[in-house]
């Protein structure tokens, strides 16, 4: 059996290397309709690997109460835009001050600026770092940790120290060949003690996530002021099986601050992270499909050019095929001649379409500075969709073959 088969792919080989350049485009068409489908597949596969890995940081038994916009019901054929009124400052503390689920931690935080210009001696930076002020249960809730040097403590808070905690960029840049802890950096004119680097996070659609400078809340909000800043509230709890409970109670307690009437619906956000993790996820499963139908469109027409070229192969080797039947081969023996034939040029055309969605894919990735992975699911999906190429399209041919009178084939000029 296993000489047969050896035969059989001797033979196979053999007619691929006779027909080179005809073989060449069909394993070409095969491979486009692969590499469309690997390449997107790819690609979503980083994409989702990013989001997984920058919500699932914020921690599974955390959540935040945010200021959001929405629509509501429309009214005179119009749709309504309601935008939620900001979390303002007395909001914030009163919350973070009336809130008292048991084991759980309440950070307050604001944006600062985007646009701030940092100096260390001499140097400075371009103006575009993001100052967060921040109290000492921000980094812990937002799952971040530092590589060097300490977090803000209680004491840093409450008595307002001109210390901050900065991103990782700044020990490839601004404090590059010094150890950043205890140097001072300089910000709107105001002296900072660097107490602590945070570990690296990368970038999230292009926005850096170490370009960025944490300092006490209330030193934030004597040197940025601008109206209407909106406050953050991030709540976690230390037993994830509580998180319902506790999510429950955040809501209620922050409509008491709001004073909102049982009949007023919450105007303001809360968000988990597997929450907002599943959403996303949600949405990017539509570019997968959307793979799959560009992917299954183009592979339609690998699988009429693979069954076009093998039809072709038996009706030009009619006459060989007449001598190995009169030889005494078998149908069976002459059907997996050539079914082993299609099959290698389908293989082959999944090889080449794998590889080059996935260097298609990694560009892309990162291009868009996505978290490449590589996309196992895609690649057995590939392997797969080429073999199913391959048999359908190598049925018909070889049934034909198998058929073949071999009298009539030897009569075949």
């Known amino acids: 059996m296993s000489n047969l088969l050896k035969e059989n792919i001797t033979i196979a080989l053999g007619s691929i290397k006779t027909q080179i350049l005809r073989t060449t485009l069909t394993i070409l068409i095969i491979a486009i309709g692969i590499t469309a489908l690997v390449g997107i597949l790819t690609v979503v596969s980083a994409l989702e690997n990013t989001i997984s890995s920058d919500f699932a940081s914020m921690g599974a038994n955390t959540f935040n109460i945010n200021r959001y916009e929405n629509t509501t019901k429309r009214q005179g054929g119009d749709e309504r835009e309601i935008i939620n009124p900001i979390i303002s400052y007395p909001e914030a503390v009163a919350f973070k001050n009336n809130y008292d689920y048991p084991l759980s931690q309440t950070s307050l935080s604001f944006k600062a600026t985007s646009t701030a210009e940092v100096k260390f001696e001499a140097q400075k930076t371009d103006p575009e770092i993001s100052v967060l002020g921040v109290d000492e249960y921000f980094v812990t809730n937002s799952g971040l940790e530092t590589s060097s040097g300490r977090n803000f403590n209680n004491f840093d808070i409450s008595n307002n ?56 809340i209330q030193v934030a909000r004597s040197l940025f002021t601008a109206p209407n800043i909106n406050y953050n509230l991030s709540v976690m709890v230390n037993n994830k099986e509580f998180l319902d409970q506790a999510t429950d109670n955040a809501i209620s307690t922050m409509r008491s601050i709001r004073k909102l009437i ?7 956000g809360v968000s988990r992270s597997d929450d907002l993790i599943n959403r996303i996820l949600s949405i990017t499963q539509y570019l997968g499909w959307a793979s799959w139908v560009i992917g299954i469109i ?36 002459v059907a997996i001649q050539f079914f082993i034939e299609t099959l290698l040029i389908g293989q082959l055309g999944g090889l080449a379409g794998i590889i080059f969605g996935i260097l298609i894919g990694y560009g892309i990735a990162t291009a868009l500075s996505f978290a490449f992975v590589i996309p196992w699911t895609a690649i057995m999906a590939a392997f797969l969709t080429s073999f199913m190429v391959a048999i359908v399209s190598g049925l018909y041919p070889a049934i034909k073959a198998a058929m073949l009178d071999p009298i009539e084939a030897l009569r075949y000029e």
């Not at 300089?186 to 107490?195: D, E, H, P, Y």
């Not at 049982?262 to 303001?268: C, D, H, L, S, W």
């Not at 093998?310 to 009169?326: D, F, L, P, Y």
């Open 161 to 216: 120290n001109y210390v901050c905690v900065v991103g990782s960029d700044f020990e490839k840049g601004l404090l590059k060949d010094v150890n950043p802890i205890n140097k001072t950096i300089s910000i709107r004119g105001a002296r900072f003690k660097v107490i602590g680097v945070l570990k690296e996070k990368g970038s999230t659609f292009g926005n850096s996530q170490d370009l960025r400078v944490l300092i006490p």
């Open 262 to 268: 049982p009949v007023k619906e919450n105007n303001f």
């Open 298 to 333: 183009t592979i339609l027409g690998s699988s009429i050019a693979l069954m076009n070229i093998m039809i072709v192969s038996v009706t030009e080797r009619t006459r060989e095929i007449g001598v190995r039947k009169a030889l005494g081969a078998k149908r069976s023996t």
